[in-house]
């Protein structure tokens, strides 16, 4: 069954239309799905832990190649405005970015191509993903045409499509995993006659067990997944023991197990939303964060993310939107958020280093790299500000910000990151 489709603009997503009580009934018609699911899930349970554990044992004890690529950030048209987008993500110094196409919005892909095109003479990479909605299961050729249509238009523009978008949330119109199939099958079979790259599936958050299912049925050349941590606030917080960094070992884990073969990772979309913007939040309450500590978490989730060797990319959504934007766009001249000025300096201080590794000091989390004959670490705490002295002398120390900060003697290590660079 279908029902109209409501769509938040302030918050970019959909409203949950659907009564519960529909819902649930559906869950009890199509019960048979939850066993294929659970035999999946069985089957790759056990050699998933196993690997889970060994991920965790080498997590931030390999060397890491930062690339200025793995830092991405997603972008949506704003006509009128396309030039300030490209402007302010080559600013940042972002090379990757994520378009999202909704199906609904087929007979609109010019908006869409006049700002992929301006990302592309900007020298920025694009994905698009494909957004659906509840019609799209029931009139799955005209989502083919869609899809078809979207490989067409853009072939040459863009390096890889994501195929669906967060459909273990029902908001987002599909009601469980068979459903999700009947979208990507086509998109997969598309994709081998237009030579299109594949990323997904596209599940979001802490829900690994619907990768046993997804990937034995589908092939990508990219597995993805929407991990957000917001609701537990600092990416160092656990949610039942899993911290951000367990979550993506896990996921590795999982990914891995269910295609039968190594697969390489990305996050395609997180952020943390901001108090006190109203309608625009995509959430309320608790994950409702200040400007300040949104830039904390960008940086501190980036760095830990991408020194796990573990995924190879990461995309923030998104650069501008008034409530969890790196920039907020509800003025005339948009205003660079703290987190769009951390997220470009830590892109210029990080990429083209190598993660070296981790040591703990106390609460502290201090990574280490090598850059250009240089070495320095990345440094903060998720507990109390402390002093700590490094073993090596220090240079001088860049705040969060960019700005130099006092490096003199013991460094006071708080929440804000910080960058240490040592005497040569």
């Known amino acids: 069954m279908t029902y109209p489709f409501d769509w938040n603009e302030f918050a970019d997503q959909p409203h949950n239309v659907a009564p519960r009580s529909e819902r649930m009934r559906h869950h009890l018609r199509h019960w048979t799905t939850y066993f294929s699911m659970i035999g999946a899930d069985l089957r790759v349970v056990v050699p998933a832990l196993v690997l889970y554990g060994s991920y965790r044992k080498k997590m931030f004890r390999r060397p890491v190649a930062f690339e200025r690529d793995m830092f991405a950030v997603c972008a949506s048209p704003c006509p009128g405005r396309n030039g300030d987008v490209a ?95 009947k979208l990507a099958r086509p998109a997969v079979e598309l994709s081998r006659r237009h030579g299109a790259r594949l990323v997904g599936p596209a599940v979001i958050d802490f829900e690994f067990h619907l990768y046993p299912p997804t990937l034995r049925a589908l092939s990508f050349d990219k597995v993805s997944s929407i991990l957000y941590v917001d609701r537990v606030g600092a990416p160092e917080n656990a949610q039942f023991g899993w911290t951000a960094a367990k979550k993506i070992a896990l996921f590795k884990a999982v990914a891995d197990r269910s295609a039968g073969k190594p697969v390489e990772a990305w996050i395609t979309e997180f952020n943390w939303p901001l108090e006190g913007t109203g309608k625009y939040s995509p959430a309320s309450g608790k994950p409702n964060v200040s400007e300040d500590c949104q830039a904390d978490y960008l940086v501190r989730y980036y760095t830990l993310g991408l020194a796990s060797g573990l995924v190879e990319r990461m995309f923030w959504w998104q650069l501008a939107a008034p409530g969890y934007g790196l920039v907020d766009s509800r003025e005339a001249v948009w205003r660079r958020r703290p987190s769009f000025v951390a997220l470009k300096t830590m892109i210029g201080i990080l990429s083209g280093g190598t993660f070296t590794g981790k040591a703990e000091a106390g609460e502290g989390e201090i990574y280490f790299f090598r850059k250009e004959g240089r070495e320095f670490a990345a440094c903060w705490t998720n507990g109390p500000p402390f002093e700590h002295q490094f073993e090596r002398p220090v240079d001088k120390v860049v705040g969060r910000d960019g700005g130099l900060v006092d490096g003199r003697g013991e460094i006071r290590i708080d929440g804000s990151p910080k960058y240490v660079f040592f005497k040569s």
């Open 87 to 181: 402007a302010l993500l080559k600013e940042a110094g972002v090379s990757q970015t994520l378009v999202r196409i909704p199906s609904w919005d087929k007979a609109r892909l010019d908006v869409y191509e006049e700002l992929i095109k301006l990302l592309g003479a900007n020298g920025t990479g694009v994905t698009i993903a494909l957004l659906q909605r509840r019609e799209d299961v029931f009139e799955t050729e005209a989502w083919s045409r869609f899809v078809e249509d979207v490989f067409v238009r853009f072939r040459g523009l863009c390096s890889s499509y994501e195929i669906g978008h967060a459909w273990n949330r029902t908001k987002w119109g599909v009601w469980d995993y068979t459903e999700y199939l």
